[in-house]
Nanobody, 122 residues
Framework: QVQLVESGGGLVQAGGSLRLSCAAS????????MGWFRQAPGKEREFVAA????????DYADSNKGRFTISRDNAKNTVYLQMNSLKAEDTAVYYC???????????????WGQGTQVTVSS
């Protein structure tokens, strides 16, 4: 497993942008597929985006396709989520997660960060 720490959340106005970062510990980061999930109050955790171990393939939830971009820098053990054109409904705690498999299902991921709050004001 890897240890994950998210950062970059905050308060932003609708239409604005934020970039989340997820720093991983351990030398095996480059072997993991990574995902971003989010959870709003009173709602289930939902898939946001995923990227394969080498960055060769990405996947996005329909709700943020075209607005969010996931990327990774294996030399820095970091995965990013660039979020543009933010909407009030993007407000949630955002989590990064690591898995040996690439998936939209949260249950496949076995390492999770503590989350970072993103609040979008309308």
């Amino acid at each position: 497993q890897v240890q994950l720490v998210e950062s970059g959340g905050g308060l932003v106005q609708a239409g604005g942008s934020l970039r989340l970062s997820c720093a991983a510990s351990g030398r095996t980061f480059s072997s993991y597929n990574m995902g971003w999930f989010r959870q709003a109050p009173g709602k289930e955790r939902e898939f946001v985006a995923a990227i394969t171990w080498n960055g060769g393939s990405t996947d996005y939830a329909d709700s943020n396709k075209g607005r969010f971009t996931i990327s990774r820098d294996n030399a820095k053990n970091t995965v990013y989520l660039q979020m543009n054109s933010l909407k009030a409904e993007d407000t949630a705690v955002y989590y990064c997660a690591a898995s040996r498999w690439s998936s939209r299902r949260a249950g496949v991921y076995d390492s999770w960060g503590q989350g970072t709050q993103v609040t979008v004001s309308s």
